[in-house]
């Protein structure tokens, strides 16, 4: 198992660019996450999905948008970039709602120029 | 929607000595309360969590507490060691998403 994949693992941008992070998960986990990391302070929600066609807005939706068209894949998607979007992306997943764990990947550094 | 607050941001110890964090959450309907180590340029990573209908619960020297009336939780690491030195951060889930905190930087002197 590889568990949550995350690609790129860095990634500067310059300003008005659009990207897509990838995020795959190789547990049959249903629901999925993606959180930003600030220096120095705790992992904000960006969007999330509990199952294949399901997504759901988190605590800082804006500037992102999400897919889940298979259990496997959650990819982020961000347009327009802005300097305020530089930051450590995590992507999780998790069982179910009842099963709390969360599996991180190894994050990617996103730079806004 | 839930806002989880965490204290200290910063905790110096020395290494033999206990480390206490403490989380205080807002929505009385979340009912599982995770913490996450994170060591530096790592992912976060759980490493005790409890539930609602629990009071206390241990695993080797690390112990975490939940006093659901007043709506806060603790982490104890007790005989801290070197590898202890990270960030924590703790947790709590209502509905389908996990809050927060801001974390702490935990420093285990030698």
């Known amino acids: 198992n590889a568990g949550v994949t995350q690609t790129p693992k860095f990634r500067i941008l310059k300003i008005g660019q659009s990207m897509t992070l990838q995020c795959a998960q190789d547990m049959n986990h249903n629901y999925m996450y993606w959180y930003r990391q600030d220096p120095g302070m705790g992992l904000k929600l960006i969007y999330y999905?509990?199952?294949?066609?399901?997504?759901d807005k988190g605590e800082v939706p804006n500037g992102y948008n999400v897919s889940r068209s298979t259990t496997e894949d959650f990819p982020l998607r961000l347009e327009l970039a802005a300097p305020s979007q530089t930051s450590v992306y995590f992507c999780a997943s998790s069982f179910g709602p009842n099963t709390g764990e969360l599996f991180f990947g190894e994050g990617s550094r996103l730079t806004v120029l | 929607g839930e806002n989880v607050e965490q204290h200290p941001s910063t905790l110096s110890v020395q290494e033999g000595d206990s480390a206490v964090i403490k989380c205080t959450y807002s929505d009385s309907a979340s009912n599982y309360f995770p913490w996450y180590k994170q060591e530096l340029g790592k992912r976060p990573q759980l490493i005790i969590d409890?539930?609602?209908?629990?009071g206390e619960k241990k695993d080797q020297r690390i112990a975490v507490t939940l006093n659901k009336t007043a709506k806060h939780f603790s982490l104890h690491i007790t005989e801290t060691q070197p590898e202890d030195s990270a960030v924590y951060f703790c947790?709590?889930?209502?509905?389908?998403?996990?809050?927060f905190g801001s974390g702490t930087q935990l420093t285990v002197l030698p």
């Open positions: 947790a709590a889930k209502s509905a389908r998403q996990l809050t």
């Open positions: 999905s509990v199952g294949a066609g399901i997504t």
């Open positions: 409890i539930r609602s209908n629990v």
